[in-house]
């Protein structure tokens, strides 16, 4: 005597499952694509109404001002901008940073008339646990936050006089220590 057992299984309902899987993927990878070509075309939007969007006029020294800022917008050059309290320094700094190969990276806005003259250097550099009363972790300071970006520092006449030899050190040759650490960044 042979027996023989047969099972037979339908399936039809895990084929049609894995076929709806299928075209749910397939639809995924589609959204997937057309969200990433919106968000490039809104990031270019952002970066050409950044570029001078917000700098509006059309006197020859206005003309000659954004011709300056095409000109040092590629370049590792550092830029000194000078003009009064309310003239557009940041809105200046902005279209070039906007311009530059950098735009990608953080643009960080300091404002040195409001820092403390004791938190200068800590504000700027940073610091580690432990290198005065108070640091209980480390901090990272603005020029860290800027690396590979653009750094803007408003009202620099507040910056204290011993301070500057720092941050000359920072400006030419783009390295600094944080407050109670040797390592040099």
Do not use: W
């Amino acid at each position: 005597i042979i027996r023989t057992f047969v099972a037979s299984k339908d399936v039809t309902d895990r084929n049609r499952a894995e076929a709806n899987l299928k075209v749910a993927y397939q639809e995924i990878a589609r959204l997937k694509e057309e969200l990433e070509r919106e968000r490039d075309y809104l990031r270019e939007e952002v970066r050409v109404s950044m570029n001078f969007g917000r700098l509006v006029g059309g006197s020859p020294a206005l003309g000659a001002m954004l011709a300056r800022i095409e000109a040092v917008a590629d370049t590792p050059a550092n830029v000194l901008i000078i003009g009064e309290t309310g003239t557009g320094k940041e809105l200046v700094a902005h279209a070039i940073h906007a311009r530059s190969g950098r735009a990608d990276a953080p643009l960080v806005k300091v404002n040195c008339a409001s820092i403390p003259h004791e938190l200068f250097e800590s504000e700027f550099f940073g610091h580690v646990r432990g290198a005065f009363t108070g640091a209980h972790r480390d901090r990272v300071g603005r020029f860290q936050l800027a690396d590979g970006g653009t750094i803007f520092l408003d009202e620099v006449g507040e910056i204290p006089i011993e301070l500057q030899g720092k941050l000359l050190r920072v400006i030419q040759e783009r390295q600094f220590e944080r407050v109670g650490d040797d390592t040099t960044r």
